[in-house]
């Protein structure tokens, strides 16, 4: 089945206690994207990557980092949470089909991190 | 800025109602995407709409836009309490490099 899968769906964590937020996807996407979803907000996106070694940041990226070794995988990694970053993350692929457009992302099912 | 705002925020209608939901947006755009949310879930693609397009239909769903209005619409005919989920438009737009603007989102529920 066709799938982003991300790992952990619940998590909570104390202020400055490094962690990472795995994102997989078996569909062979090129573009993979994190975003934060808040009440009021929508979704903004954090960091995107266009394929293995190419990551660029999007509209909220302090305090986070992303490596993108694999093509299927794209940890989101926070090396110290502080309570303002208490949200729901998605992270989201898509193929490449037209050059400079956006194509349909495929979601994963949010990750929901609490920091005290 | 967010690029799209959709409006209005929360829509509550009977099964079988038709639901619209709108989406403005504040510079051009490639295409602009419509997605489902329920509740505390991954959005879901519903349907993409070209800038060169002016309407589109999948199923029960129909999407129009109007560029010299810069808006865009979302009609589900017919609807059915699993419909019930937040609506997001999403804008492709021009130079805004690989990323996917989301608006706040549209609430709709259909009560039985």
């Known amino acids: ?116 | 800025s967010q690029q799209g705002e959709e409006d209005p925020q929360a829509l509550s209608i009977q099964e079988g109602e038709n639901a619209t939901m709108n989406c403005s947006y504040k510079t051009s755009i490639n295409n602009l995407q419509w997605y489902r949310q329920n509740s505390g879930r991954g959005l879901v693609h519903l349907i993409l709409i070209r800038s060169n397009e002016r309407e589109k239909h999948s199923g029960r769903l129909r999407v129009t836009l109007d560029t010299s209005k810069k808006s865009s619409s979302l009609l589900i005919t017919a609807s059915r309490a699993a419909d019930t989920a937040s609506y997001f438009c999403a804008t492709d737009f021009t130079g805004g490099g690989n990323k996917l603007t989301f608006g706040t989102g549209t609430q709709l529920k259909v009560e039985l």
Not at chain 1, 42 to 70: A, F, H, W
Not at chain 1, 88 to 106: E, T
């Open chain 1, 1 to 116: 089945e066709a799938q982003v899968t991300q790992n952990p769906r619940y998590l909570i964590t104390v202020t400055g206690k490094k962690l990472t937020v795995t994102c997989s996807q078996n569909m062979n996407h090129e573009y993979m994207s994190w975003y934060r979803q808040d009440p009021g907000l929508g979704l903004r996106q954090i960091y995107y990557s266009m394929n293995v070694e190419v990551t660029d940041k999007g509209d909220v990226p302090e305090g986070y980092k992303v490596s993108r070794k694999e093509k299927r995988n794209f940890p989101l990694i926070l090396e110290s949470p502080s309570p303002n970053q208490t949200s729901l993350y998605f992270c989201a692929s898509s193929p490449i089909l037209y050059p400079g457009q956006n194509s349909p992302l495929h979601f994963g099912n949010g990750t929901r991190l609490t920091v005290t």
